[in-house]
């Protein structure tokens, strides 16, 4: 397992795997927490995993809890995604910042985003299938969203066509409105 803390963000790491591979196919560990522990120096316990599938074009996010404030580490199992982790911690020097990552289950790359982070993706491949460890509980009575294409925050997407948007992801709140962490 190779982890590096990501370009801007160092608090964001970016994962890759050892994987073991031959003309049968492929074996690697997705997780194992003793060498997450040791290789991070973060001591997590996961509490939830969650599976989504989203078409081409679907953007899903920005998404974080202020309520029982989630960690994620996030991998691509069917396809090819733009993930994207936003700081939204006032007392951190990386505040307002984000940084992206194509995951794909060909790359098999793996995003920690710690949290106080917002998360989103999108979908570049036909469908996409993502899997998620949180280290808290989904509450709804805490759920939030950034808008996003908030002109702050100036992400860029990649998009190709216009986004396939919830209702919740077309209502998200700019940065500068939003509720965030200390």
């Known amino acids: 397992m190779n982890i590096e803390p990501?370009?801007?963000?160092?608090?964001?790491?970016?994962?890759?795997?050892?994987?073991?591979?031959?003309?049968r196919g492929f074996f690697f560990e997705s997780y194992n927490q003793q060498k997450f522990t040791d290789k991070t120096g973060i001591n997590v316990k996961f509490v939830q995993?969650?599976?989504?599938?989203?078409?081409?074009?679907?953007l899903r996010g920005l998404h974080y809890q202020v309520i029982q404030p989630q960690g994620k580490l996030v991998r691509v199992v069917v396809g090819d995604i733009f993930d994207v982790a936003v700081d939204i911690r006032k007392s951190s020097?990386?505040?307002?910042?984000?940084?992206?990552?194509?995951l794909s289950a060909e790359?098999?790359?793996?995003?920690?985003?710690?949290?106080?982070?917002?998360?989103?993706?999108l979908v570049f491949s036909e469908v996409a299938e993502v899997l998620y460890k949180t280290t808290e509980y989904y509450n709804p009575q805490g759920d939030r969203c950034i808008l996003w294409n908030d002109p702050d925050l100036a992400i860029d997407w990649h998009l190709v066509a216009p986004p396939i948007l919830s209702g919740k992801d077309q209502g998200g709140k700019p940065l500068a409105m939003a509720e965030v962490f200390d």
Do not use: C, M, R
């Open 6 to 23: 990501t370009n801007s963000i160092p608090d964001v790491l970016l994962i890759e795997p050892q994987v073991f591979a031959d003309n």
């Open 107 to 121: 790359n098999k790359l793996q995003l920690w985003i710690p949290p106080g982070f917002a998360h989103g993706f």
């Open 93 to 102: 020097p990386t505040f307002g910042q984000w940084v992206g990552y194509e």
């Open 49 to 58: 995993d969650n599976h989504s599938l989203s078409k081409q074009n679907v």
